[in-house]
């Protein structure tokens, strides 16, 4: 709790710079004490007075498709964070022509503006060119004869510009934020070399995350073309509906009708007209289980570790949860290097993570833990690598059977012996190998790109420190 008092008094100023708020917390929070720092430098200027626009498209009416030939993928509040964007839902070319102002142009930033997570800052990256974004979403468009996108990008990133935006928050139960409560936010300016550095280091980690972005979808194209599959590829999973089917030789193993969904059975029966082992096969002398529960206990970062559950581990930059673990815990958690995760426990709505897959290793390997909300799998053939089978379960075609498999009432489960018998197609041996290098490849890209990121926080900080003496 923090407590205004006569050794740390609130201004009658500070209520008529603050539109006479009467919050409390809009005087006492690190947003106020952090804009007086940053003001505290002199060398500051008004977020409006170096940008061209901070606008949103205003509420609209969605009309959606499931046709990319009539849609355009559309990016919601949470969306504008996920690593892979190839999964989007589709608003109508129509509805998207309406309102232009939908549009996403790379190098904006881009700030949550409504519900729990307002405030939460990241950037249009360049596969997000041309795509629509929610009206949740404010879009801070940099004036670039007066400041680089990148550089004005990091300093809003940064723990300075998060505060002060965080502490433009208002509301009860539904937060918002609007664009002439953060116009006035004053955005430090430094030396131009150094601006020019930041600026540089978030245009490379823009590259390395489109890079990313085509390396793993254009693994999964190879594998279904290599495999002779390449129909799966390109899968249009509504074009029809499972309607009026029967089956013959059901038994205790499941009466669900939705684990025979007849869509789902000529994708297995398709995979298995081809070389393939079954996933169980593939798995034996690995790992294919749900992770292990344990005490959530709290703990600060210097001692504790960063779990990741199934929301976040789909984020581009995920925030995770401080906790302690045992050793004989964090031995559970902790992923093998080129695991698969696939969220496992979830509900059936068509923007939800269950059954979406995240492959583990290099950075994300040694820095996080994971819930036991996934399941794990890790290949026990050294012939058939994780990084392989990744790039097959990612795959529009492998969630939908994966869906398929599901039960449970409420809250989903992947059924643990329908799962079992998955095929999985088998390239030859260098077409493996070539596919498997692909998706390595395209996490050394991942990683690089967050280590710029990371650069070019930490020049801003050094900076920041260098002007406050």
Not at 245 to 272: D, E, V, W
Not at 408 to 428: A, Y
């Amino acid at each position: 709790m923090k407590i205004a008092s006569i050794d740390n008094p609130v201004r009658a100023s500070w209520l008529v710079e603050q539109g006479l708020r009467l919050d409390a917390d809009t005087y006492v929070s690190d947003g106020y004490q952090t804009r007086k720092f940053i003001e505290s430098l002199r060398n500051f200027r008004p977020l409006s007075e170096i940008t061209e626009r901070i606008f949103h498209p205003g509420i609209f009416r969605r009309h959606w498709t499931t046709d990319l030939a009539y849609g355009i993928p559309f990016l919601g509040s949470a969306a504008i964070f996920q690593a892979d964007l190839s999964n989007l839902p589709l608003i109508t070319s129509r509805s998207f022509n309406k309102r232009p102002q939908l549009r996403l142009e790379p190098g904006w930033s881009l700030i949550t503006r409504s519900g729990m997570t307002a405030g939460r800052v990241t950037y249009a990256r360049l596969e997000m060119e041309g795509l629509a974004c929610s009206e949740d979403v404010l879009r801070v468009v940099a004036d670039e004869e007066e400041i680089s996108p990148g550089y004005l990008y990091t300093f809003l990133a940064s723990r300075y510009g998060l505060a002060m935006i965080k502490g433009q928050v208002y509301g009860t139960s539904v937060k918002h934020i609007e664009p002439e409560q953060i116009a006035d936010l004053p955005v430090l300016r430094l030396p131009q070399e150094i601006e020019f550095t930041i600026d540089g280091l978030i245009t490379e980690a823009m590259q390395l995350r489109l890079n990313f972005n085509q390396g793993i979808v254009g693994a999964t194209d190879l594998l279904f073309e290599c495999a002779g599959l390449s129909d799966l590829a390109t899968l249009q999973w509504h074009r029809e509906r499972d309607l009026d089917f029967f089956i013959s030789g059901a038994n205790a193993t499941s009466l669900r009708a939705m684990n025979f969904s007849p869509r789902a059975q000529r994708i297995i029966s398709r995979i298995q007209e081809r070389p393939h082992r079954t996933l169980a096969k593939i798995c034996q002398g690995g790992q294919f289980d749900r992770g292990s529960r344990f005490t959530r206990v709290d703990s600060d970062p210097e001692k504790g570790f960063r779990l990741l559950g199934q929301r976040q581990g789909f984020w581009l930059r995920p925030e995770g949860r401080w906790v302690a673990l045992k050793p004989a815990e964090e031995y559970m958690v902790r992923a093998k290097d080129e695991s698969i995760l696939v969220a496992s426990q979830g509900t059936l709505g068509e923007n939800e993570a269950f059954c979406r897959a995240i492959f583990v290793t290099g950075r994300w390997q040694r820095n996080y833990v994971f819930s036991e909300h996934f399941l794990r799998i890790t290949s026990g053939d050294p012939e058939i690598p994780g990084a392989y089978l990744f790039a097959f379960l990612r795959s529009e075609a492998m969630f939908r059977v994966l869906r398929s498999m599901s039960t449970g009432s409420k809250q989903q489960d992947i059924h643990e012996e329908l799962r079992r018998d998955i095929p999985v197609p088998l390239c030859t041996p260098e077409d493996r190998h070539r596919i498997a290098e692909m998706v390595r490849q395209a996490y050394r890209w991942r990683d690089e790109a967050d280590m710029k990121e990371d650069e070019a926080l930490a020049l801003l900080e050094q900076a920041v420190r260098k002007a406050a003496r």
